[in-house]
């Protein structure tokens, strides 16, 4: 049985938001949604599971997240099982299951936004194939809705957004309804005015891995030859 850490079961800014709001601070209550359902095709290999270290790309995204999120739905699809399998025991941790998961990414978000706590006042999502985005980039996006408590917030790095973003709970019903052909950008494109582009020093927000050519790109280790069952 594998132990469980204390990044998944608690944290001290998870204790600590809970104080905040029993004293009656404002301070935003955001949970993560990481998004883990895809077939992975041109990887020839589920990309959650992929390493980095003693990481999978599944578990390093977590940690991350998990500095600043109060809890995280791990979202399954092609590879439900072995996802599963990998999410790490622990109270902060959810596994929500798209058996949709062929319609697109946007079916995968609006499986966990159909599964958040009604206290949520956003969430911050992020995908498992962009595992090199740091703890501080999710940190600078959770600070600057706290001063901004913009609709969107999207991070970029020298001018080019990309992973995570961060959806106030006023766009929920709007993300549910968007076409999934046209994915969360239908959203985002729909006015631009409310979006905040947040500028942080951090490649990993554009780095995308999709190939094993990426991953030599990257410099991290190739794809194992045998997919798991």
């Not at 959810?94 to 062929?102: A, C, M, Y």
């Not at 969107?152 to 019903?173: D, N, Q, T, W, Y």
């Not at 979006?195 to 410099?219: C, I, N, Q, S």
Request: a positive charge; proline letters at 9%.
């Amino acid at each position: 049985m594998r132990a469980t850490p204390a990044i998944w079961a608690s944290s001290s800014d998870a204790s600590n938001h809970r104080l905040e709001k029993a004293a009656g601070v404002t301070r935003p209550t955001i949970d993560g949604i990481l998004l883990a359902a895809g077939e992975s095709r041109r990887m020839g290999f589920p990309k959650p599971l992929l390493r980095i270290g003693n990481d999978s790309f599944l578990t390093r995204a977590l940690r991350s997240m998990l500095e600043v999120a109060r809890d995280v739905a791990v979202v399954t699809g092609a590879y439900e099982q072995p996802v599963r399998d990998e999410v790490p025991p622990g109270r902060r941790l959810r596994i929500v299951h798209n058996p949709d998961f062929q319609r697109g990414q946007l079916s995968s978000l609006k499986c966990a936004i159909g599964a958040t706590s009604p206290d949520v006042d956003g969430v911050l999502v992020h995908l498992a194939d962009h595992p090199l985005v740091e703890g501080a980039t999710f940190r600078a996006l959770v600070e600057k809705y706290e001063v901004t408590r913009a609709p969107i917030l999207i991070a970029r790095h020298r001018g080019r957004r990309g992973h995570p973003v961060l959806f106030a709970k006023g766009v929920f019903s709007e993300l549910l309804a968007a076409p999934e052909g046209e994915g969360a950008r239908f959203v985002v494109n729909a006015d631009p005015a409310r979006v905040v582009y947040v500028e942080v020093d951090d490649p990993g927000v554009t780095l995308d891995l999709d190939t094993p050519e990426d991953l030599k790109r990257a410099g991290l280790a190739p794809p194992p030859s045998q997919r798991p069952r």
